[in-house]
C-alpha cells in the first residue's frame, strides 16, 4: 500500500511538473510548491524544538602526560563540533566505547583528513603549525550509532576544549527521510522497460552491494531505502494513501499525443566504483509504434529534466596511501627516517581512512628506514705526545689532534663531534725536582773607595735545571749576600754624595724622578757639606732621570682653555681634547665616557656700564642729536657725551658683529 502510494505521488509530481514548465521549489518532503525545510535538528518541517543542543568548556588543569578524557558523545548526537580554544601541542584523540580507536590512539598522530567511527565521518582538522593559531577540531554530522569518547593527549597546559552536539529530545519528530531512486527503480512515477534483472535482485536481498560500506553507506541510504524496492506490478498494490499526502492530479489523455518522450537506456557510470552518477536518456518515439523519431515530433517543454542517479556504490579497492619520508634523524653517519602508511578507500569522490584490515590483501610498504645523508668527519690523531715540557715536576705535552673529512681533508673543528674530540694537551709529573742554592761571584769592588765597606754577590735557590723562576725550598741555610771590606782610613778625601731616588712623578707612562746631589768631605767618622764647586774637578752624578712604572694605554690630553668669548653675559670657551697613546700618537682606544669637555660657559655675569661723572648728557633730547648723527661735531659731543658714547659703542659693536 505504501509503495502504491508512493507511484501515485511520483506520478503527480511529475504531471504537475509537465504542467508548468518553468518548474516550482521542491520541499524537503519532495513535494512540489511545499515550503518545509529542514530545521536544525534534522527534522523536515521541524520548528527546531525537537532537539537540544549540549555544549560546554572542557578547562581541568591537567598534571600527569598521556590520555585524558574530555567529554562522552552520546549515541544519536548530530551536528558534533570538538575545537581546541588555541593552539597547542596537545592533540585531541577519539575513540568508540567498544575499544576501537578511531583517531589519534595508541600514541600514534595521524594525519588530518576524514575518519569513519560510530555510524558518522568526522573530520580531523589541524591548522598550519606556522600561519594559524588555531587548534585541531574533529566535525561530523552524525547521527553516531554508538557511545564516543573524546580524549585529549596532554604534553602541556590545557588550553581549554569546546565541545557541542545535538541530540533529540522526548518531544522530537521523527525525521521524514525523503525516498532516493535507485537503479531500477520507478523515475517520477515511470516504471523502466528494462526492470532489475534476477541476478540484481539477488544480489541486493544478499546484501552483497553493502559489503564492507559500513558507515559510508549511511550517507546514500537510511534504514527504509536501503531495503529491497521490488516494484514491478502496480495492480499488486492495495491503494492506500497517507492522511498528509496529495491526490494525483489527473493526467491529460495519452491518445491525443501521436509522440511522447520516453527513457531509452541511460548514461555509464563515471566511475567504476567508489560511487559514481549517471542521468536518464529520454528520446521522442511515437506513442503507438515506440519507434524513435526526431525530437522536433515532441514538445521541448514537456521534456524530463534528467536527474542524477548514484551507480557503483561499492567502494573501490582499499589500497596503501604512502606519506613522504620524513627527514632523516642525523645529518651525517646512518640514521632513521620514518613515513605514515594509511589504509585508504575512496568512496564518493572522497578518499577515506579505513581501518589496516581492509588492505591485507596487499603487502604493506616499509614505515622506517635507515638514511645516511654524508659520511661523517673523524677526529684523527697526527702525532704522538711530546716530551714533557720540564725535566721534573709537573709540566705538560701536547700533540696534534684534527678533524678530517670523509675525502680526507682537514676541515674545521666543528665539523666533527666535539664531545668525542681527543684530548690534545695534558699534564705530565717528571717526579720530584733536585733543588740547590746558586750563587754569583763577589763582587770585585769595595762599596767604600776608604773605610769600611762590602762586597755583595746574589744567592738564588733554584732547580738543578736551567729555569726562569726561582724555587723554593732550599731549605734556612741561605749563603751570605755581602762581606766586609777595607780599603783603608779616609784622609779628608771630597767627592759627591747622593742621596735616594724620589717616587716617580706619574703612576703610568714616562715620568721623572729627583735625588739629592751633595758635595762633601769624608773623614773618619764625619762628613762635612762642602760647595759644588769644591767637587767640580769629579764628575756629577745626575740628580734627576727618567722613570716608567708600567704602561698607560691611550689618555685622553687637552689644550688650555681660550679666552672667554665674552666678558659679561655668557660666552663660552673652547680646548681641543685628543686621544693619545703612550708614545703620543694618535689613538682610538679611549672611554668615551671619560673624553673631557671642549666647550663651557663662562662670564655669565651681567655687564654693568661705567658711569663717566664727567660725561653727561646736558639735554634731554640727546637722542636726537644721535639719531641725526651730529656727534662728529665738537659742540655736541661735549654736549650730549653719555648718548654720543653709547652710540659710537653700539656702532662699533654692529661692525665686530660683521
Not at 557541542?164 to 522526548?170: D, L, S, V, W
Not at 539477488?202 to 552491494?209: A, L, P, Q, T, V
Not at 680526507?408 to 684530548?423: Q, S, T, W
Amino acid at each position: 500500500m505504501f509503495v502504491s502510494y508512493l507511484i501515485l505521488t511520483l506520478l503527480h509530481i511529475q504531471t504537475a511538473m509537465l504542467a508548468r514548465p518553468g518548474g516550482e521549489n521542491i520541499g524537503c518532503d519532495d513535494y512540489l510548491g511545499s515550503d518545509k525545510v529542514v530545521d536544525k535538528c534534522g527534522v523536515c518541517g521541524g520548528d527546531n524544538t525537537g532537539c537540544q543542543v549540549v555544549s560546554g568548556v572542557f578547562k581541568h588543569a591537567l598534571t600527569s602526560l598521556g590520555y585524558h578524557r574530555v567529554v562522552e558523545i552520546p549515541q544519536g548526537a548530530t551536528k558534533i563540533n570538538i575545537t581546541e580554544m588555541h593552539k597547542s601541542n596537545n592533540y585531541l584523540a577519539l575513540r568508540s566505547r567498544s575499544g576501537r580507536s578511531i583517531i589519534n590512539g595508541n600514541w600514534a598522530i595521524d594525519r588530518p583528513g576524514k575518519y569513519e567511527g560510530g555510524g558518522t565521518m568526522f573530520t580531523y582538522k589541524r591548522p598550519n603549525e606556522i600561519s594559524s593559531t588555531a587548534g585541531e577540531s574533529f566535525l561530523a554530522e552524525g547521527p553516531t550509532n554508538e557511545i564516543l569518547d573524546v580524549y585529549m593527549i596532554h604534553q602541556q597546559p590545557n588550553p581549554g576544549v569546546h565541545y557541542e552536539y545535538i541530540i533529540m529530545g522526548t518531544n522530537a519528530i521523527s525525521p521524514q527521510v525523503p525516498l532516493q531512486r535507485r537503479p531500477g527503480e520507478p523515475l517520477n512515477g515511470q516504471l523502466e522497460a528494462e526492470g532489475m534483472s534476477q541476478e540484481g535482485r539477488e544480489k541486493e536481498d544478499r546484501g552483497e552491494e553493502k559489503e564492507d560500506l559500513r558507515g559510508e553507506a549511511q550517507e546514500i541510504f537510511t534504514s527504509e531505502a536501503s531495503q529491497p524496492f521490488p516494484v514491478r506490478h502496480p495492480d499488486r498494490f492495495t491503494s492506500h494513501q497517507p492522511d498528509n499526502s496529495v491526490p494525483p492530479a489527473p493526467q491529460p489523455p495519452r491518445r491525443s499525443r501521436d509522440h511522447n518522450w520516453k527513457q531509452l537506456g541511460i548514461t555509464e557510470c563515471s566511475t567504476t566504483c567508489g560511487k559514481g552518477s549517471q542521468y536518464p536518456i529520454f528520446r521522442c518515439v511515437n506513442r503507438n509504434t515506440h519507434e524513435e523519431v526526431p525530437e522536433t515530433y515532441c514538445d521541448p517543454s514537456m521534456k524530463p529534466t534528467p536527474e542524477e542517479e548514484p551507480c557503483n556504490l561499492f567502494p573501490c579497492p582499499a589500497f596503501w596511501d604512502i606519506g613522504e619520508w620524513s627527514e632523516c634523524s642525523k645529518t651525517c653517519g646512518l640514521g632513521m627516517q620514518h613515513r605514515q602508511v594509511l589504509c585508504r578507500q575512496v568512496y564518493a569522490n572522497r578518499s577515506l581512512t579505513v581501518q589496516p584490515y581492509r588492505c591485507q590483501h596487499l603487502e604493506k610498504p616499509e614505515t622506517t628506514s635507515t638514511c645516511q645523508l654524508k659520511i661523517c668527519s673523524e677526529w684523527q690523531i697526527r702525532t704522538d705526545w711530546t716530551s714533557c715540557s720540564v725535566p721534573c715536576d709537573v709540566g705538560q705535552r701536547t700533540r696534534d689532534v684534527k678533524c678530517v673529512s670523509n675525502l680526507g681533508d682537514v676541515v674545521a673543528d666543528e665539523e666533527c663531534n666535539m664531545k668525542l674530540r681527543p684530548n690534545d694537551i695534558e699534564n705530565c709529573d717528571m717526579g720530584p725536582c733536585a733543588k740547590s742554592w746558586f750563587l754569583t761571584e763577589w763582587s770585585e769592588r769595595c762599596s767604600a773607595e776608604c773605610g769600611a765597606g762590602v762586597r755583595t754577590r746574589s744567592v738564588v735557590c733554584m732547580t738543578n735545571h736551567v729555569s726562569s723562576l726561582p724555587l723554593e725550598g732550599c731549605g734556612n741555610n741561605r749563603p751570605a749576600e755581602a762581606t766586609p771590606c777595607d780599603n783603608g782610613p779616609c784622609t779628608g778625601k771630597v767627592e759627591w754624595f747622593s742621596g735616594s731616588w724620589s717616587q716617580c712623578s706619574i703612576e703610568c707612562g714616562s715620568g721623572t724622578q729627583q735625588r739629592e746631589v751633595i758635595c762633601v768631605r769624608k773623614n773618619a767618622d764625619t762628613f762635612a757639606v762642602l760647595d759644588p764647586f769644591e767637587c767640580a774637578f769629579l764628575e756629577r752624578p745626575p740628580s734627576q732621570q727618567s722613570c716608567h712604572l708600567k704602561p698607560c694605554g691611550a689618555k685622553w690630553f687637552s689644550t688650555e682653555w681660550s679666552m672667554c668669548s665674552k666678558s659679561c653675559q655668557g660666552g663660552f670657551r673652547v680646548r681641543e681634547v685628543r686621544c693619545l697613546a703612550d708614545d703620543m700618537t694618535l689613538s682610538n682606544l679611549c672611554d668615551p665616557q671619560l673624553k673631557p669637555e671642549e666647550r663651557e660657559s663662562c662670564n655669565p655675569q651681567d655687564c654693568v656700564p661705567e658711569i663717566d661723572e664727567s660725561c653727561r648728557d646736558k639735554y634731554y633730547n640727546c637722542n636726537v642729536v644721535v639719531q641725526a648723527r651730529l656727534c662728529v661735531y665738537n659742540y655736541y659731543k661735549t654736549a650730549c657725551c653719555a648718548s654720543c658714547a653709547r652710540g659710537a659703542a653700539r656702532h662699533s659693536g654692529f661692525l665686530g658683529s660683521r
